[in-house]
């Protein structure tokens, strides 16, 4: 059926006038009456009753009327979001964060953008920073906030505002009332780590650290989530380094400090792929850039 017909048969079941429903359709009489009888012909039914003074609905026109009428809304509807969605104003984000990223500029992004852009619904997804990036490259997240200074092509990244790692005791540990640490002071220590396989950026730098120190500290336990790292800590079960943004998560049992004649940038970065860019997508990354300080 030829959408231009049921525009043809509402217009003159409302006007009930074949020069006043093709003055509204921007046509003349001749396929506006050659309209309406392909389109009796098709249904096998007669929709008006006309004569030279006269046009009326059938039943069967009325009835057939209805149905049109939700059909030519349902058509309006769908050009109205199909607009909405080009114009980066409706839609939906799939994007991925590591756990870290709801202490640093990530909540503050998303809110943003929700106030901009309200039709859009925003997806997030917990992930480590190494499965975000196998998703971005097959392009299974619109975007990412992952732990890590550098992406592979074809990605592309803004980077995060800047954070830096500090030193994590027990509470009553010896140096927890100290107003920084130094890390040589914790040569003998056991240290909780960050997994590399998670987020090798982040491991790679606080090794980094020690070796800026000239230590090598015994590592016995590797976790996947900073939370983690900080509750080990806050157990006795060691000693770490931590992104100074989980000062936020307010755990208990811990102290954050300073590490003395050593400041080392914690890497973050919002990723996705260069050539899966959504208008959606476009407008959250306009948001991402403005947000930063």
Known sequence: MKLHLLRYFAVLAEELHFGHAAE????????????????????????????????????AGQAYLAEVRVVLEHVARAGETARCVAAGLRGRLDIGFAGSMVYRDMPGIVRAFGQRAPGIEVNLREMSSGEQLEALRHRQLHAGFINTGAVPEPLCSLPLAPDHFVCC???DHALAGAASVDLRALAAETFVMFSRTVAPANHDNVIALFQRAGIHPRILHATRQWLTVLTL????????????????AAVTGVRLLPIATLRHPC??????????VTPALRGFLDVAAAHRP
């Open 267 to 276: 890497v973050g970065v919002l990723a996705w792929h260069q050539d899966a």
């Open 233 to 248: 800590v806050a157990l006795r079960m060691g000693v770490a380094l931590v992104p100074a943004c989980m000062a936020q």
């Open 24 to 59: 509204r359709l921007a046509i003349t009489q001749p396929p506006l009456s050659s309209g309406i009888k392909a389109l009796e012909d098709k249904l096998g039914v007669r929709l008006f009753e006309r004569s030279s003074k006269h046009v009326a609905l059938t039943a």
């Open 169 to 171: 005791l027990p509470e």
